[in-house]
């Protein structure tokens, strides 16, 4: 079934006429539409997409199958594309449409509610981000592809590690071998946290330099034609640390028992405890204030969500990070993190770099 059919028959369940698409993957992901801005609109019968002048072209070669609509420029900036909406709306006598709540700005949805009267707006959540969760073998491919990147890269990163060397130049030594590698980019900026900068859970990277006797944590992560990866790994420059030697086992243990057993069927919440219960009964449960992992894909953060609570459903052919940690306020953190797909019976992880902390 093709990605529109898809989402038609969820409109359908959901009682909407229509749904109008203005979340960037989301539009990409139904579209194939790669551009920055724009939006879908999509019924039973029709799939139009808006877009300004900057992209006609580039929407005529990624989204034949949509009919493209450009938008009206001579209205106040707000009202642009509420006016153009509405001329559809009215064109094709659609009532009940459906906004993607999480992703529409409140003065555009003012503006909306102004120029269309008579159309009931309907707020939904996650209607296209609950078909992205699972990833057909395309996106599989791209996926593993940057996961192998991501790989090669880290292995890169790892043989050029010195001390003396700042976290910029480590990620710069990452990040520059990835993109000479055949990434389109990173996946994010990535974080290498020295020492203490590892209990800081947005510190990126700094003129600091990595100095021995302390944990490192590195989270690195390439894209490729829209698909992320995303991997971490925490190393320690020395021989020996009794302190660190104790931390990384508790983390290492939980992201085994993890990737052991979590399986398709099971909810977010349910595999999160998994990792959760490891690092709890080791006394260390309020320095892991994150969830265990999320989702991968277009975002790089997405559906599934494996963390407290989550009642996402885990399905083959789902791809889910694994990354519990444990941050030491003054001392730096641990995290492991792989990627993994699910399969019928369990996990197949993707990521293959050493988990041999120690960096001599
Ligand atoms: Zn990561
Ligand atoms: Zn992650």
């Known amino acids: 079934?093709?990605?529109?059919?898809?989402?038609?028959?969820?409109?359908q369940k959901e009682g909407l006429e229509a749904l109008v698409v203005t979340q960037p993957e989301n539009r990409r992901y139904l579209s194939g539409f790669t551009?920055?801005?724009?939006?879908?609109?999509?019924?039973a019968e029709v799939a139009r997409i808006f877009v300004d002048f900057r992209y006609i072209e580039q929407t005529k070669m990624q989204a034949p199958e949509f009919k493209l609509i450009r938008e009206d420029r001579t209205q106040a900036l707000h009202k642009e594309f509420a006016n153009t909406l509405a001329t559809s709306l009215r064109e094709l006598g659609l009532r009940r449409v459906g906004f993607e709540s999480e992703h529409l700005p409140v003065h555009q949805h003012i503006a909306w509610q102004e120029t269309l009267p008579g159309v009931e707006l309907v707020p939904t959540t996650s209607l296209v981000d609950d078909l992205r969760a699972v990833k057909d073998s395309g996106e599989l491919e791209l996926i593993r592809k940057a996961a192998a990147l991501t790989d090669e890269s880290y292995q890169h990163l790892h043989s050029a590690l010195r001390p003396g060397l700042s976290e910029r130049e480590a990620s710069w030594a990452a990040e520059s071998f990835m993109r000479t590698?055949?990434?389109?980019g990173v996946a994010f900026e990535f974080l290498i946290q020295a020492g203490p900068h590892g209990a800081l859970p947005h510190w990126t990277a700094s003129e600091e330099p990595i100095r021995n006797g302390a944990p490192l944590i590195i989270d690195m992560g390439a894209r490729l034609n829209g698909y992320h990866s995303d991997l971490t790994r925490t190393l320690f420059l020395g021989n020996s640390n009794s302190q660190f030697?104790?931390?990384?086992?508790?983390v290492r243990k939980a992201q085994e028992t993890a990737l052991q057993g979590i399986h398709s069927g099971m909810k977010g919440g349910e595999a999160d405890s998994l990792a959760r219960k490891i690092i709890e009964e080791a006394g260390y449960g309020e320095f892991f204030g994150h969830g265990l992992g999320h989702g991968v894909g277009l975002a790089i953060h997405e559906k599934p969500w494996?963390?407290?609570?989550?009642?996402?459903?885990?399905?083959?052919?789902?791809l889910i990070t694994v990354e519990p940690g444990i941050y030491l306020p003054g001392w730096g953190g641990v995290r492991i993190e792989d990627l993994a797909l699910?399969?019928?019976d369990g996990l197949e992880v993707l990521?293959?770099?050493s988990k041999d902390p120690w960096r001599k």
């Open 181 to 184: 590698h055949g990434a389109e």
């Open 306 to 318: 494996i963390r407290r609570g989550s009642e996402d459903v885990l399905r083959p052919g789902m």
């Open 351 to 353: 990521s293959m770099s």
């Open 342 to 344: 699910v399969v019928e």
């Open 245 to 250: 030697q104790k931390i990384y086992d508790i």
């Open 1 to 11: 079934m093709s990605r529109l059919d898809k989402i038609r028959q969820v409109l």
């Open 35 to 43: 551009g920055s801005a724009g939006a879908l609109l999509i019924s």
